[in-house]
């Protein structure tokens, strides 16, 4: 893991820094409860709770915000991969598919496990510098340890010249 991964790493799982850095660059996130529960360079956990501001009509958690919870999970696995970057890497996300299979209403955990999988199509990028795309799968169990939803997102990364 190199130094800068490092660093990442200790700013992602600092409640203080990631707080402010989610109130300011993601708000709606922020407000909804959505917060890191475990970030390493292979996976990641995003929990996002049930409560007055995550919630819909039927009781349960606003599907917004479960795949917000879902995008996080993958999306911290991307900036780890390109935060400090030489050269830099963009990324995008270019679809976001999202199947719901239980009703979430208590705190959902959302796992992402595709760390390497990002890693080498960052690397790819850097080498060939051509866009590369991967597809991120998140899944988010209730308490009981019960899917409840799988989101499928498709990111792409390119290095910048």
Not at 66 to 73: F, H, N, Q, R, Y
């Amino acid at each position: 893991m190199t130094p800068s991964q490092q660093k990442f790493l200790s700013l992602a799982r600092n409640p203080f820094k990631m707080g402010f850095f989610m109130l300011t660059q993601l708000p709606a996130a922020f407000f909804s409860g959505v917060r890191v529960n475990k970030i390493e360079s292979s996976f990641s956990e995003i929990t996002v709770p049930f409560f007055w501001f995550s919630k819909n009509p039927f009781r349960s958690t606003y599907f917004a915000c479960l795949a917000m919870a879902a995008e996080m999970s993958s999306g911290l696995l991307a900036l780890l991969h390109v935060y400090r970057s030489n050269p830099s890497v963009s990324m995008l996300v270019l679809t976001v598919k999202g199947n719901f299979h239980k009703k979430a209403t208590g705190k959902t955990i959302f796992r992402c496990e595709n760390g390497a999988l990002i890693e080498d199509a960052v690397k790819k990028a850097k080498e060939t510098g051509e866009g590369i795309t991967v597809e991120s799968i998140s899944k988010g169990y209730n308490e009981k340890g019960e899917l409840v939803a799988d989101f499928t997102v498709l990111w792409t990364f390119k290095a910048k010249n």
